[in-house]
């Protein structure tokens, strides 16, 4: 049996890398309050590690309206699953930890040396020879260049101002070990102290840091993947996602493959398209196939050029080693919202619960849901219970379609 858990600490664990890592209280809020999100990704006949209040009674509804084969474990429930297959959202030390404690045999863990590989791969520092490749075989309708890895020199944990002297437009620096638009330090007006200090921490705590111009940004996407780690990696589909102005992650939209490939046709010719995803697929083939087996996404976007075409791709924006939103509204769009169907998967923060509280009552009366034969035709959908303690909450809104 497969046991899913929704560690949403999973990049900065990693970035840690100790066993006894607790992450901060907003993401351990997120944690407990998104817990039941995997009912809607896990395999049949799997588990989800969740506390059994609230849960149990979200789970019970959903399955009277979708196809979930699914049933919550609980933490005290672990030893009676000693033999699961562990699925979590990304691994690292601190999960790895927790799993054994609770009771999980330890023959079906990562062992560290194995978690210490993985973190290396993934690391955003790798998205740098996927950038070389591309460069170097010239593939037309990409861009992505003058990106680089800044490492600490013996020790040094300051740079010079004059680094980034290069980038008129500005540029941006990337922690190693982050994701979802996290760990980002943006730099629009000169070498501030800020991002002197910044900069400083990243070269201490991690040894270097990524920096990248900043790219005349139109659209976010990205390409998903399977890696089966026996040589075979797969494409899965695609995924459109939103961000704010500091790239940060803000939602999902939902739509299907052949939707996607429509609307990149407004950029790029769709026979270049297929040629960057190839080549992506065939270089992730070659990096990944043989030593990480899970799901993995490439996020994408579509640049303006001052040069040469009007828009470009970038191909090799960041490489997610582990399960991620995209993937997860790859799946609501396939599986459980009707053909042709639109909206959005969304993850939202309040500062309160009553203010949560609110705004998911208002969205209920507004967007009535609909359902039919399993899948939403409309309306407004929680992916996870909202309880007396939620201040995040998952959600897809669907316009019915034409």
Avoid at 72 to 78: D, N
Avoid at 154 to 161: C, D, E, F, N, W
Avoid at 176 to 181: A, P
Avoid at 324 to 346: A, C, K, Q, T, Y
Wanted: overall charge negative; some cysteine; proline content about 5%.
């Amino acid at each position: 049996m497969e046991l899913y858990v929704f560690n949403p600490d999973a990049d900065m664990a990693l970035g840690n890398n100790e066993e006894n890592y607790m992450a901060p209280a907003t993401i351990r809020r997120m944690a407990e309050d998104l817990a039941l999100l995997p009912v809607w990704y896990a395999r049949p006949g799997s588990g989800i590690l969740a506390p059994s209040a609230y849960n149990a009674d979200y789970l019970k509804r959903m399955q009277q309206l979708f196809r979930l084969d699914v049933h919550l474990v609980t933490e005290p429930e672990l030893p009676d699953y000693a033999d699961v297959r562990v699925m979590p959202w990304g691994w690292n030390p601190a999960i790895r930890k927790r799993m054994l404690k609770g009771g999980v045999l330890e023959r079906n863990l990562p062992t560290p040396d194995a978690l210490d590989k993985y973190r290396m791969k993934a690391a955003r520092s790798n998205a740098l020879a996927f950038r070389a490749l591309f460069y170097s075989n010239k593939i037309d309708y990409t861009c992505g260049d003058g990106c680089c890895l800044v490492e600490a020199d013996g020790g040094t944990t300051a740079i010079s101002p004059d680094i980034i002297g290069r980038y008129k437009e500005g540029c941006v620096f990337k922690s190693l070990w982050s994701g979802s638009g996290k760990g980002l330090c943006w730099c629009r007006h000169g070498f501030t102290k800020n991002v002197s200090d910044w900069c400083s921490r990243a070269l201490k705590e991690n040894g270097g840091f990524v920096m990248e111009p900043i790219f005349d940004k139109v659209e976010d996407f990205a390409m998903e993947f399977y890696s089966d780690g026996r040589g075979k990696l797969l494409f899965v589909g695609y995924s459109r996602f939103v961000t704010d102005d500091k790239g940060a992650y803000r939602g999902n939209i939902l739509t299907s493959d052949e939707q996607v490939e429509e609307w990149i046709q407004q950029y790029v010719p769709f026979e270049a398209f297929v040629r960057i995803r190839n080549m992506m697929q065939k270089a992730l083939e070659t990096s990944y196939a043989t030593s990480y087996m899970g799901f993995l996404g490439v996020d994408m976007m579509v640049c303006r050029q001052k040069e040469g075409h009007p828009y470009a791709i970038n191909p090799h924006v960041e490489i997610n080693l582990r399960m991620n939103m995209g993937i997860v509204s790859h799946v609501l769009s396939d599986h459980f919202i009707v053909p042709g169907g639109e909206g959005r998967f969304s993850i939202d923060c309040f500062p309160t619960h009553e203010a949560l509280m609110e705004r998911h009552e208002q969205d209920a009366q507004s967007y009535p849901l609909v359902v039919k034969d399993g899948r939403v035709v409309s309306g407004y959908l929680p992916l996870v219970p909202v309880t007396p303690k939620s201040r995040y909450r998952a959600f897809v809104c669907v316009t019915a379609a034409e």
